[in-house]
């Protein structure tokens, strides 16, 4: 037997058959590799770069997790908005790719050195000693979902995107040839005459007749019907749900203070004013007359002489500002002081600390009670998110809610409502979320359809199911329940549709030739002067209804205009235009300067960025997109 089977082995039917087997096996064993063979796995690639599917998604959920804690319960994402996060993360490991290539392309590099301090001199790194602590970074990364070498990549990145657009960001200056109109433009005052003609005081119209208040109530069936009520079943489960579940114990709560120290302390932050030039002699004069006690804007004036520039940087941190030396010598100045010229790639930089706003530090008794809370919020998230897995899949599976409230030990509530979340006795219906879910939960209830099949959707802290059982389409109102409501709004309409012609009769007479005192004492009214006045709607006076405003600086002298206000109507004439002299407030040149500088930085950053990618060969892998955002 032996020997027949060593015979059948050295056929070649025998050799074909074992490699075939073997050919199985192995495809059986790497069936990934086989099956992905040919086909592009990355979501995005950038010239040679690829960007994987779960960086890609890991941005997203940091992205989303940022959000969420920025908005806290105002944030209720949905598909549409999970799309938009995603590809917003996604844009941006595109631009630091782009950036990235840029920068090898020009051999600029991020030295490890450069990177370290870096990490070092972010103040959420730091422990209660003020140096860099190894435990909060750990912390920092695991709920992030990054590694170090990703972290550290990402930090190289911004010291890379620095060097870039400083360079880009160097050439910008507001020129006067722009500021100095637009500042007339915005301080420009002017004058008019008003006439207001208040809906109140047209005479009382004639008592409508129940035809007209029918066919009033006909034409205007969205004011005087019963809204859509629905009867719907909800089940929810959200933290507040499940707190009895939760203990959260004294250790836990300095566990989780030592994890988030970095969220309770404030670094030292200081208004600083800056100066930038070419070479030490101009910074040297610069420093001595600030010390002098010369102002910002004449300070600029004698930086842009020097083929320089000066600024307010606002009120920073240390760590916001990019060059080491000039934030060492400005965070070791007095208040008030200037220091001396700072060399840098830059030029000469000379910084004014004009405010200090010294660190602060909230301690574990003051915010052992918000820690509490939140340790047990987040941990019956967890618990939430876990059951409402379960649930859903219960629903899923054909089960009703009533059969997986009882499974889970759940509650469901049913009540009859209109949109607004009121019951047909004009109540507030209790839903079963906190107040911050309920207008998305009405939404939903309103957007669903009868008949569909509950499942469990996520609304912020809450995970939610609904089942519409019954719908009451919205009807007119009986007569008798809104005469009153009614004949109130026929003598409203009546009144505003006189004072409408009153307006629009005055109006004709001014472009007829009248000027506005003649015709408005013709029509028994009063014409009052108002002005100067600007384009700021909240400084205007009691005689000018904010709603002139626009039009009147649309408007040229001698023109007239007609506006609905809020209590009537309103005719005006503008009489007059104050011009602003830009000479005489240097200060808010100097604001407008600064201002249309920092647009000019935004445009030229996005010109720089847009060119890069252009030329970058980036290439979106479309049907991926989808699984960005894990849905």
């Not at 034409?219 to 009520?229: G, H, I, L």
């Not at 083929?307 to 000039?326: K, M, N």
């Not at 010294?358 to 301690?363: F, G, I, L, M, S």
């Not at 109507?569 to 000479?583: E, N």
């Amino acid at each position: 037997m032996l020997t027949a089977m060593r015979r059948f082995a050295g056929t070649w039917f025998a050799k074909i058959l074992f490699i075939l087997l073997i050919a199985s096996f192995a495809v059986w064993g790497i069936e990934d590799v086989v099956r992905n063979f040919g086909r592009e796995t990355a979501v995005v690639r950038v010239g040679d770069s690829a960007i994987e599917l779960p960086e890609a998604q890991a941005a997203a959920r940091r992205e989303m997790s940022r959000i969420a804690r920025q908005l806290g319960n105002r944030f209720e994402p949905d598909d549409n908005i999970r799309r938009a996060v995603g590809a917003t993360a996604l844009e941006r490991l595109i631009a630091e790719r782009v950036l990235r290539l840029e920068a090898q392309r020009m051999g600029i590099v991020a030295p490890p050195e450069t990177v370290r301090e870096s990490v070092f001199s972010i103040p959420g790194l730091r422990g209660p000693d003020g140096t860099f602590s190894r435990q909060i970074f750990d912390s920092f990364l695991r709920a992030n979902e990054m590694s170090e070498p990703q972290f550290l990549q990402v930090v190289a990145d911004d010291v890379l995107r620095q060097q870039l657009l400083g360079a880009v960001r160097a050439g910008s200056a507001g020129p006067d040839a722009m500021s100095a109109p637009l500042l007339a433009w915005a301080f420009q005052r002017r004058d008019a005459e008003v006439v207001r003609i208040a809906r109140a005081d047209m005479p009382e119209p004639e008592a409508p007749t129940e035809a007209q208040l029918r066919r009033y109530q006909e034409n205007n069936p969205a004011r005087f019907s019963s809204p859509e009520f629905r009867e719907v079943s909800v089940l929810a489960l959200s933290p507040e749900t499940l707190a009895g579940e939760i203990e959260v114990s004294d250790a836990d709560v300095e566990q989780a203070y030592e994890a988030r120290r970095a969220q309770f302390e404030t670094p030292e932050r200081r208004l600083l004013y800056q100066a930038v030039v070419p070479n030490e002699e101009a910074s040297r004069a610069i420093a001595e007359a600030w010390r002098a006690g010369a102002d910002l804007s004449a300070i600029e004036t004698q930086a842009r002489a020097a083929d320089g520039g000066a600024a307010d940087l606002g009120l920073l941190d240390r760590a916001t500002l990019p060059i080491a030396d000039v934030a060492a010598a400005a965070f070791a100045a007095e208040p008030g002081a200037v220091t001396d010229p700072i060399r840098s790639p830059f030029g000469w930089h000379v910084m004014k600390v004009e405010r200090v706003e010294p660190a602060t530090r909230r301690t574990l008794d003051q915010v052992r009670d918000e820690l509490r809370r939140e340790v047990a919020h987040d941990r019956a998230m967890d618990i939430a998110y876990e059951r409402a897995n379960r649930v859903e899949d219960a629903l899923a599976g054909g089960a009703t809610l009533a059969d997986v409230a009882q499974r889970f030990a759940l509650t469901v509530a049913t009540a009859t409502l209109d949109a607004a979340g009121r019951d047909q006795a004009n109540t507030v219906v209790t839903l079963p979320v906190a107040e911050a879910q309920r207008a998305a939960l009405l939404r939903a209830i309103f957007a669903a359809r009868q008949g569909d099949a509950p499942r469990m959707t996520e609304m912020g802290d809450a995970f939610v199911a609904i089942e519409i059982r019954g719908v009451v389409p919205p009807a007119l109102r009986p007569f008798e329940s809104v005469e009153a409501e009614l004949r109130t709004a026929v003598i409203a309409d009546a009144r505003r549709r006189e004072a409408e012609q009153r307006a629009a009769g005055l109006l004709a007479a001014v472009r007829g030739g009248k000027t506005l005192v003649e015709a408005a004492g013709e029509a028994g009214l009063t014409a009052e002067a108002v002005g100067p006045f600007s384009r700021d709607p909240g400084q205007a006076g009691p005689n000018l209804p904010p709603e002139l405003i626009a039009p009147l600086f649309e408007a040229k002298v001698g023109d007239a205009t007609m506006v609905e206000t809020r209590d009537g109507f309103a005719v005006a004439r503008l009489t007059g235009i104050v011009p602003f002299d830009t000479t005489s407030d240097a200060a808010a040149l100097a604001r407008v300067r600064t201002d249309i500088e920092q647009s000019m930085l935004e445009e030229l950053e996005g010109q720089f960025a847009t060119a890069l990618r252009a030329r970058s060969d980036v290439r979106v892998n479309t049907p991926m997109l989808e699984q960005v955002t894990g849905r």
